[in-house]
C-alpha cells in the first residue's frame, strides 16, 4: 500500500510519542547521571575517554527509549561534559563554549542516528509482522471460502449453506454480528434468512428492500457498502434491527446469481470504521460463493426434481422405454418393457438389449449407428422378441441421450407394441383386399358424391367399368350422367332426384355408354346419408358391371324364347324366320340363317336386320352374290365347311374387303357398317344342316360368351331343323308301317255293319300298340278282334305284327276264343322277355241254331259294350287276364245273342281314358253315348264318338284310340 | 311332362317305393331308373304304393308286372297297396288284382 508523506510522518511520530515512557526516561536519566557521578570518583584522566561513555550512555537511551530519550541523555550528557571539562567544581560555568556546542550537536546527530536506525529496524519487523498477519488472515479466508465451497459442493442442505456462510463472514472479517437477507419466494420482501449474534427471534423477521434500509440500499445500488459508523449514519431509518443491535461499523454485500438478486449479506461489527478494502474484496467472494452454492443447489433441486419426475414417468409410462449404449448395454429398462418383453430389469441392465431377434441384428445395428450419429427414428416399425421367444410386432422411436457437454452417451427407445394394431391393420388390409377383390370380382366399384361441394370420389376399378383410362373420370356428377346412355339418363336422374328428396336410396339398372361406342349393363346402388336436419350431406354407391348377367338374361330368355318357338311346332322354316327375327337387336343388328338343301348347297332362309332398308341390302346381297360355302376367305363358308363356329370379334374393313368378290360387294358390304361377326354352323347328329350368322356394328365386339349364346341357339334351331326333318320322314314311316297293321279295308260281312277308327297319340310319329283285325274264319265265321299292345314305336309294332298274324292263324285252328288268345299267350311268352303283354278282346260271330251271336274273350282287355236295338246299354263279356305275362291266364269265353239292330263296340282304353282318367267314369260316358246313338248306323256310331273326342277335346290324347263298331242290320 | 313324384323309405327289412301323381309312360320313363336302382339292394320286400296314384296306364301295369318278374325270378317278395278305385280297376280288368300280391297295409307284413 503506497502511503502518503503525511502518513510516513504519523508513522514516525506516533510509536515515539507512544515510547516516551518510564523506561525511556530512566534509560535517558541513568546513563549520563552514573557517567557523571562515577567521574570524580574514577580516575579520568582525558576527556576523551569520559565523552565515549556519554556517547555510549545516549546511544543505550536512544536505543532503549527511542529518540526522546536519546535527546534526553544527550542534553544531560552534555551537561555532565561540562562539569567535567568546563569547570568541574565551579558551578556549570561554561568558559569555552565552542567546544560544548560541538559536542552537544554531535551528540544530538549520535541520538539521531541511532534513533533512525533503530527505528528502521523496528518498521521493518512491523512491516514483516503484519504481512504476516495479513497472510495468516488472507490464508484464513481463503481456507474458509475453500470450505464453504466443499460444503457448498458436497451436497449440504440449504439450511446449512446459510449458516455456513454467516459463520464464514463472522470468523473472516472477525465480527460478532452477521445477517443474510433473502428474498422470500415470490415476494419482493427481505427476510433475514440467517445470522450470527442477533437477539433471539431476530431470524426470520423481515428486512425492508426499499433503499431506506442497508439491505435494499446495498440491492439497489448493487455494489458493496461500507458503512463506518452507524450510530451515526442517518441514510438508513428503515434497518431498526440493526440499529437496535448497536452496531457500529458494517458492511454489506449484495448476493446475486447471474440471472437474480438472491439477497443481503451484512457484516456488522461494534467498532466504527471497522473494514477494510480487502473485507470488502472477501464479502464479495463469500457472497459470490453463496450465490453460486445456492444456485447450485436450486439447479441440483430442480434436476433431482426433474431426474424423480422422470424416472416416474418411465416407471409408470404404459409404454416400453429402454436406454442403451452404444455396445448395445442396456441402462434404463422400465416396467412396461419388462411387461411386454419379459425379462427384468434385473436381468436386462448392464447386460446387452435382449430383444432384438437374431436375424434384424444387423439393422438394430445399422440403426444404432445412425442415432450415434444424430439421428432420430420415430415410428420405425419392426419385430421384437419376448423372453418366450415369441414375437412382437413394435413400432419404436428412437434418439440419441447426450451427456452435459452434448456428447452421444446412449440411445433412447420408446417402444410400442404394435401387434395388436398389426393384426388389425393386417386384417384390415386383407378385409379391404377381400373387399376390393370381392368388388372387383363383381366388376364392383364404389363412389361417394358430396352433395354439398358436387365431389366425387371413387374407386379405382369403377373407371374400368365404365370404360374408362384410369383418370379418365372428371369426378363431377355431371359427368357421371354423361357416361349414361342417353335413353337411361333420366331414368337415373330421377332415382337420384327422389333418393336425395326422401333419404333414402335406389337401386336400379341402366346403361352406360363406353367411349367406344359400346353399350354396357350397370346395376347402380346408391344410398343417401343425411344430416341431423334431415338434408342429404353425400351420397355413397356401388356401381357394377352387369352387363355379362344381362346379357345372360337376355340371352336366357332368348333361348327360353327360341327353344319354345322351336319345340313348339314342325314348320321349322318359319321357326327359323322368327329367330333371326328374335335374335335382332338382342344379340345382333343383322341375323342371316342359311340351310343346306338336299343337294347340300344353301340358300338363305331368313334375313333379320334392325333397319329395313339394310335387310332388303341383306337380302340384295344374296340374290347378287349367293353364298358359296366354297369361298376360302368368308367365314360363312368355313363355318359350313368345318362344321366349328366361326368368330370374328374385330371385323376390320381390310377383312370385310377380303370376303368381296368386286368393288361393288366391298362397297355394298361396307354399308353394313359391320364391326363383329360370328356364324354358328346347325349340326344335328353329325350333320352340317346350316349356319346362322350373327352380324353388328356400331362399335360391338362379340366375345365368347356371344359366341356361346349363339351356339346354344344354333344347337337348338339344328335341333328343331333336324327333328322336323325327321319328323316329317319318322310319320311317312310310321303311318305307312300303322297301315300294314290295319286292315287295309274293312270286309264287308254280310248282314253286319261295320266302322272302325284309329287315332294315333301324339303328332303320330310313332307307331301306336292299338290294333284291330276284322276277318273271315273257317266255316263262314267272322272274327273281330281289338288289341293294345304296350309300348310303342318299332318294338310294340312288332308285337302287334305277331298278335295280328297269331290271332289269325289260331283263329283257322282253335274255336273257342279264350283258345285262341290262349295261344297268342303263349307266343309272346316265348317270343318275348319279361314285361310286354298286350290285351285283347277278341269276338266270334257266328250263326248257329240258336240265332246270331258272338262269342267274345278278353284277355286284360276292356270288356265290349252291346247296345241293343232297344235302346239298353252294358257291357258284354268277362274279365280276362292280360296277355303275355303269365302261363296260365284265366280267359273265359262269353256268347252274346245278337239281334237285328244291336251294336257292338269294340275299343281300347284309350278311349274311356280320353273321357277321364277312371276308366269306369269313361266306360259310363261311353254307354250314354251309345244310348244316345241307337238306331244309328255303324259308321254314324263312330262319328258320333269321334265328335264326342274333339268336343272333350282334352288335348292330345296319350294313349292311341282304336274302336270298332258293328252293328247287326239283320239277323237271318 | 310327367305328373308323377315319388318317395323312397329303405330300411332294413323293406323298400317301400310310394308314387304320386299320374302313373304314364312319361312317368314309367323317370320312375325306371330309381327302380333299377332300388332293386339294386334286393330287398326281402319290396312295396309298391300306389294310394297316392291318380292315373294309372298300360305303361304303368307294364312297369309294376315287369318288377313283379323280376321279384320272383330274384325270390323276393313284391306287394302293391292298391291305389284308389279307378286305379285298381285297371288291374282288375286285366285280372292282375289275382296275379300281384295286393295288400292294403304293408306295414305288419315281413319278408317271409
Known amino acids: 500500500m503506497k502511503l502518503g508523506r503525511r502518513e510516513k510522518v504519523a508513522e514516525w511520530v506516533a510509536p515515539a510519542r507512544a515510547r516516551l515512557s518510564v523506561p525511556a526516561v530512566v534509560a535517558a536519566v541513568s ?34 527509549g527511542g529518540l ?97 456462510v454467516v459463520r464464514l463472514v ?135 426434481v426433474a431426474r424423480d419426475e422422470f424416472q416416474a414417468l418411465i416407471d409408470a409410462s404404459p409404454v416400453p422405454i429402454v436406454v442403451y449404449d452404444r455396445d448395445g448395454v442396456v441402462t434404463v429398462w422400465n416396467p412396461a418393457a419388462e411387461e411386454v418383453f419379459g425379462w427384468t430389469a434385473e436381468e436386462v441392465i448392464g447386460s446387452f438389449f435382449p430383444i432384438v431377434p437374431d436375424d434384424l441384428r444387423e439393422e438394430f445395428d445399422r440403426i444404432r449407428e445412425d442415432v450415434y450419429e444424430g439421428r432420430a427414428f420415430s415410428g420405425y416399425e419392426t419385430t421384437r422378441l419376448r423372453k418366450d421367444g415369441s414375437k412382437v410386432e413394435v413400432s419404436f422411436s428412437n434418439a440419441p441421450v447426450r451427456d452435459a457437454v452434448g456428447e452421444i452417451r446412449g440411445v433412447v427407445g420408446i ?130 358391371d352387369v352387363t355379362d348377367r344381362k346379357r345372360r338374361e337376355e340371352a336366357l330368355a332368348f333361348l327360353a324364347e327360341a327353344g319354345e318357338r322351336l319345340s313348339g311346332t314342325l314348320d321349322y322354316e318359319r321357326t327359323l324366320r322368327e329367330i333371326a327375327r328374335l335374335a335382332v337387336p338382342r344379340l345382333a343388328d343383322c341375323c ?77 358390304l361396307g354399308e353394313l357398317g359391320l364391326t363383329t361377326a360370328m356364324f354358328v354352323p346347325l349340326t344335328a347328329r353329325g350333320r352340317t344342316l346350316g349356319v346362322v350368322g350373327f352380324l353388328a356394328g356400331k362399335g360391338r365386339h362379340y366375345s365368347p360368351d356371344d359366341l356361346a349364346l349363339a351356339r346354344d341357339l344354333a344347337r337348338n334351331a339344328a335341333l328343331s331343323v333336324d327333328n322336323a326333318r325327321l319328323y316329317s320322314q319318322r310319320s311317312r314311316v310310321a303311318r305307312s308301317l300303322q297301315r300294314s297293321l290295319l286292315p287295309p279295308e274293312l270286309p264287308a260281312i254280310p248282314g253286319i255293319d261295320v266302322a272302325a277308327r284309329y287315332r294315333a297319340a301324339g303328332e303320330g310319329m310313332e307307331v301306336g300298340g292299338d290294333f284291330y283285325d276284322l276277318f273271315e274264319t273257317d266255316g263262314g265265321g267272322w272274327a273281330v278282334v281289338i288289341g293294345d299292345v304296350c309300348g310303342k314305336g318299332a318294338d310294340a309294332a312288332a308285337v302287334t305284327g305277331l298278335a295280328r298274324h297269331t290271332i289269325r292263324t289260331a283263329a283257322f285252328r282253335e274255336e273257342r276264343p279264350s283258345h285262341v288268345l290262349q295261344t297268342l299267350n303263349d307266343a309272346m311268352l316265348r317270343q318275348y322277355a319279361q314285361g310286354t303283354f298286350c290285351t ?74 280320353y273321357y277321364d282318367q277312371d276308366v269306369d267314369v269313361g266306360e259310363r260316358r261311353l254307354l250314354e253315348l251309345l244310348r244316345e246313338s241307337a238306331g244309328k248306323s255303324a259308321e254314324a256310331v263312330a262319328g258320333r264318338i269321334e265328335t264326342s273326342l274333339r268336343e272333350t277335346g282334352n288335348g292330345n290324347a296319350r294313349d292311341d284310340i282304336a274302336f270298332v263298331v258293328l252293328k247287326v242290320s239283320r239277323a237271318d | 311332362v310327367s305328373a308323377i313324384t315319388f318317395s323312397v323309405d329303405e330300411t332294413a327289412d323293406r323298400t317301400v317305393l310310394a308314387f304320386s301323381g299320374e302313373l304314364d309312360i312319361a312317368a314309367v320313363a323317370e320312375i325306371e331308373p330309381e327302380l333299377t336302382r332300388l332293386e339294386l339292394a334286393r330287398p326281402g320286400l319290396f312295396v309298391l304304393d300306389l294310394r297316392a296314384v291318380t292315373f294309372l296306364d298300360s305303361s304303368g301295369i307294364r312297369m309294376i308286372l315287369a318288377a313283379d318278374a323280376r321279384a320272383r325270378e330274384q325270390e323276393r317278395r313284391l306287394v302293391v297297396v292298391p291305389g284308389p278305385e279307378p286305379v285298381h280297376r285297371v288291374f282288375e280288368l286285366a285280372l292282375l288284382d289275382r296275379r300281384l300280391e295286393f295288400v292294403q297295409d304293408s306295414s305288419g307284413i315281413g319278408t317271409s
Open chain 1, 31 to 64: 546513563g549520563p547521571g552514573v557517567i557523571t557521578a562515577l567521574a570524580p570518583i574514577t580516575d579520568l584522566e582525558g576527556k576523551q575517554g569520559v565523552t565515549a561513555l556519554y556517547l555510549a550512555a545516549i546511544i543505550a537511551a536512544t536505543t532503549i
Open chain 1, 68 to 164: 526522546w530519550s536519546g535527546v534526553l541523555a544527550a542534553g544531560l550528557s552534555l551537561l555532565g561534559l561540562d562539569y567535567f571539562f568546563v569547570s568541574p567544581f565551579h558551578g556549570f560555568t561554561v568558559d569555552n563554549k565552542e567546544p560544548l556546542i560541538t559536542g552537544g550537536i554531535a551528540f544530538l546527530l549520535a541520538v539521531l542516528f541511532v534513533h533512525r536506525v533503530q527505528q528502521r529496524r523496528e518498521a521493518a519487523q512491523l512491516r514483516a509482522e503484519q504481512a504476516e498477519v495479513e497472510m495468516g488472515r488472507r490464508a484464513s479466508r481463503q481456507e474458509a471460502l475453500a470450505s464453504f465451497g466443499r460444503i457448498a459442493l458436497t451436497g449440504a442442505s440449504a439450511e446449512e449453506l446459510y449458516d455456513e
Open chain 1, 170 to 304: 463472522g470468523e473472516g472479517l472477525r465480527v460478532g454480528m452477521v445477517g443474510l437477507a433473502e428474498f422470500a419466494p415470490g415476494s419482493d420482501d427481505l427476510v433475514l434468512r440467517a445470522g450470527v449474534g442477533w437477539r433471539e427471534g431476530t431470524i426470520g423477521s423481515r428486512v425492508s428492500a426499499e433503499r431506506d434500509s442497508l439491505a435494499g440500499y446495498t440491492l439497489a445500488l448493487n455494489e458493496p457498502v461500507v458503512v463506518q459508523d452507524l450510530r451515526q449514519d442517518d441514510r438508513f431509518p428503515g434497518s431498526p434491527i440493526l440499529h437496535a443491535h448497536g452496531g457500529a461499523g458494517a458492511i454489506s454485500v449484495p448476493i446475486r446469481s447471474p440471472e437474480r438478486s438472491i439477497g443481503v449479506i451484512t457484516a456488522i461489527s461494534s467498532q466504527a470504521n471497522a473494514f477494510s478494502a480487502d473485507d470488502v474484496i472477501f464479502m464479495r467472494a463469500a457472497a459470490n460463493m453463496f450465490a453460486a452454492a445456492v444456485q447450485r443447489h436450486r439447479f441440483a433441486d430442480e434436476l433431482r
Open chain 1, 415 to 544: 417402444i410400442t407394441d404394435v401387434t395388436d394394431r398389426k393384426r388389425a391393420e393386417r386384417a384390415i388390409i386383407e378385409s379391404e383386399q377381400r373387399l376390393r377383390l370381392a368388388l372387383e370380382a363383381a366388376s364392383m366399384g364404389w363412389w361417394e358424391w358430396d352433395v354439398g361441394t358436387g365431389v366425387v370420389r371413387w374407386s379405382d376399378n369403377l373407371e374400368p367399368i365404365h370404360g374408362l383410362p384410369h383418370g379418365g373420370f372428371k369426378g363431377t356428377f355431371d359427368a357421371f350422367l354423361e357416361l349414361i346412355h342417353p335413353d337411361d339418363r333420366q331414368l337415373l336422374e330421377d332415382a337420384v332426384g327422389r333418393a336425395l328428396a326422401e333419404g333414402s336410396g335406389y337401386d336400379l339398372e341402366f346403361r352406360v355408354v363406353w367411349p367406344d361406342g359400346s353399350v354396357h349393363w350397370m346395376q347402380g346402388i346408391g344410398h343417401v346419408v343425411v344430416d341431423e336436419e334431415g338434408k342429404p350431406v353425400r351420397m355413397l354407391g356401388l356401381g357394377r
Open chain 1, 592 to 668: 342371316v340363317v342359311d340351310i343346306l338343301d338336299e343337294e347340300r348347297s344353301p340358300h338363305q332362309l331368313a334375313v333379320a336386320h334392325v333397319d329395313p332398308r339394310l335387310e332388303e341390302l341383306v337380302r340384295d346381297l344374296e340374290t347378287r352374290y349367293p353364298t358359296d360355302p366354297n369361298l376360302p376367305a368368308s367365314p360363312m363358308g368355313r363355318a359350313l365347311r368345318s362344321g366349328q363356329a366361326e368368330l370374328v370379334e374385330r371385323l376390320s374393313g381390310a377383312e370385310l374387303r377380303s370376303y368381296a368378290r368386286d368393288e361393288e360387294h366391298a362397297a355394298l
Open chain 1, 840 to 913: 285283347v278282346a277278341f269276338a266270334r260271330l257266328a250263326d248257329t241254331v240258336r240265332g246270331r251271336h258272338a262269342v267274345l274273350s278278353s284277355g286284360g282287355h276292356p270288356l265290349p259294350l252291346l247296345l241293343t236295338a232297344g235302346g239298353e246299354a252294358h257291357a258284354v263279356g268277362s274279365h280276362g287276364t292280360l296277355l303275355g305275362v303269365f302261363p296260365d291266364p284265366e280267359l273265359e269265353d262269353t256268347e252274346v245273342p245278337l239281334s237285328e239292330g244291336d251294336v257292338l263296340l269294340l275299343y281300347t282304353d284309350g278311349l274311356v281314358e
